[in-house]
């Protein structure tokens, strides 16, 4: 399939894109269900504004200019360290304000976990947030994501959903309410494609989003804190920018397919503060301390 079924969708109507993923998302996995690829493309009416979820205050934390480098928000409270890399523990969750913005910090945003319903409570309470609770929700749906990098001015992946056929060489991301794209595979040949559709669809309740794989390209991931790489190429930097920008995600791992030194973006990512190294460790933590004017 075409990237340009969903082409024509996405840019005439993004709002609605985006409630068809959503909807997707919301979808669990049932017996008696097996959703097929026309009601996933389908157009569907706006659903209207959920109520903002509000959280209790002690549960949203906010590290100012000022805060003691080393501290962090847990989800069974704050603790203190003296020392800022210890404070980047599984989970942790900041909240940095900044130039009138709150920047909320953390290892993923998925739906309905605890970083997604802080940015809720924020954006309730009427402040200006970063990431956005919509741009979240882009951010990990694949088509979506690759879609808005796209209309950006970020190559991207050449694509298209299926629940079965997939051209090979290609990558494949699952697209199911519990799929990551963190958890993709590069598939060559029909065995190995097949057992991995047969994994990420919940045996073809879900359809996949796949990307043709260029003969001779690679995988690279790339970490980017607040549009910012270390060590990366230039056009590389330069579309964490960008990503920045639409997003406005602090941590998230890129992954782009590098065919003959041009990138091309495959997908974004939530990213373990345990997979960052010891400069992107630091980074990061200047800008939770706000000790540098980064």
């Known amino acids: 399939m075409a990237s340009g079924i969903w082409d024509t ?19 669990r996995l049932q017996t008696d269900e097996n959703p097929v690829l026309a009601d996933f493309l389908t157009p569907v009416q706006a659903a209207p504004a959920c109520g903002a979820i509000a959280l209790p205050a002690e549960r949203a934390i906010v ?28 989970d942790a969750q900041f909240i940095i304000r900044r130039n009138g913005e709150y920047h909320v910090i953390a290892e993923s945003y998925f739906y309905k976990t605890e970083p997604y319903y802080t940015i809720l409570s924020l954006e309730y309470e009427g402040k200006q947030v970063k990431p956005a609770s919509s741009a979240v929700l882009d951010a990990y749906v694949t088509p979506i994501c690759l879609e808005r990098a796209k209309a950006g001015g970020v190559p991207v992946c050449e694509w298209g959903i299926s629940q079965a056929y997939v051209p090979l060489p290609a990558i494949l991301y699952g697209l199911s309410y519990y799929a990551t794209n963190a958890d993709y595979a590069v598939v060559k040949d029909q065995v ?57 995600l602090p941590l998230v791992k890129m992954v782009f397919v590098n065919d003959a030194g041009s990138y091309s973006l495959s997908s974004l990512s939530p990213l373990r503060y345990s997979q960052l190294t010891e400069q992107e460790r630091a980074i990061l933590c200047a800008h939770i301390s706000a000790q540098e004017s980064l």
Do not use: W
């Open 192 to 248: 190995a494609a097949k057992d991995r559709i047969r994994h990420i669809t919940n045996n073809g309740k879900y359809p996949f989003c796949f990307q043709k794989f260029p003969e001779g390209a690679e995988v690279l991931e790339c970490t980017a804190i607040f549009g910012k790489t270390c060590n990366a190429d230039g056009s590389i930097a330069s579309h964490a920018s960008i990503l920045y920008e639409i997003f406005g």
């Open 63 to 90: 590290l100012s200019e000022s805060i003691p480098a080393g501290t962090f928000q847990k989800k069974n409270g704050v603790r203190s360290t003296g020392k800022r890399e210890q404070a980047l523990t599984r």
């Open 9 to 27: 969708a996405a840019q005439s109507n993004p709002a609605g894109a985006r409630e068809r993923a959503s909807h997707l998302m919301n979808r």
